[in-house]
C-alpha cells in the first residue's frame, strides 16, 4: 500500500471513531511509525509500505481509538514552539496554558535575573519554555509528582535548560526556598466527576468537588513566598474566575488582580499582583 493510501485509511478510521482532528493526528501516526518528519510524509506520498509496516501503524491506530492519546503514544507534544517528551505520568501540554508563558514573559522582561517558579511543572512545560526563553531567569520547577519530576528533568535536559531549573519535590510552593517574581502555576481545576474517566494523571486533573481545592490551597499559603511586587499566574477552567480572584484578593489584599482570555474568548488566566 502507498503511503497516502494508508493515510487515507487512518484518517476513516479515526473520522469514523468521532475523532475531532482525524485529519491532523493520522498524520501524527504515521510520521511516528515511519520515524518521519511532516515534508518527509508528504513526499513520500507515493512510497510503498511493506506489510510490517502497515501493521505497526494498524496497532498504533487501534490504540488510538480505544481512547490513548496521540501524544502519549508518539511520546511527544509541542508547546510554545518547542516539542516536549509526555507520558502517562504527565498532563498532556495544551495550547491555552501558553497564555500563562505569555504573560510571565511579559513581566520578566521588565526585571533582571528574574525569579520564577512553576507549581505543578509536570512535563516542565511551562519552566522549560521560560528558561528557554529568558537566559537569565532562574526558575523553580515543583511537583508532587517523582515521575512528573523525571519527565520535566528530561525536557529540561532536552532543551539544554537543566542548568537554569531547579527541580524540587513537594506540595504546591511549600518547597520553594525563598520569595520569587513571579508564581506559575497550572493546577489541576476539573471537577473530579469530570476526570475519572480521563487517561490523564488524576493527581494534574482532579481538583475535587467543584474543582478549586488545589487552587485554593496555593491560595492560602502564599505568604512569603513572593517578594514585593511579585505576580501569581494561575490557569483556571470555565466559570472559575470569578471565584478565582475572589480567592487571591482574599490571600493578597493589596494585590491588583485581572483575568486574560484565551483564544476562545473564556477567561483562562487569573493573575495577581501584590502591592
Ligand atoms: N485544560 C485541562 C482540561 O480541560 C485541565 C488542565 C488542568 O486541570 N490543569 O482537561
Redesign the pocket.
Known sequence: MKIKDVLGAVRGRLDSAGIEEAWLEAELLLRHALCLGSVGLFLEHDEELGPSQVKLISLLVDRRVSGEPVAYITGKREFYGREFHVNPHV?IP?P?TEHLVEKALEIVSLIKYPVVADIGTGSGAIAVSLAAEVPDARVFAVDISDPAIDTARLNARRQGVESSITFLYGDLAEPLPGPVDVLIA?????NSADCVASPEPQL??D?GIGGLDAIERLCNSLEGKLRLGGWVLL?I?QGQAETVQRLLREALPDARVGTIKDLAGIDRVVWGQTG
Open positions: 498532563l495544551r491555552e497550572n493546577l489541576p481545576y476539573v494534574a486533573l481538583g490557569e477552567g
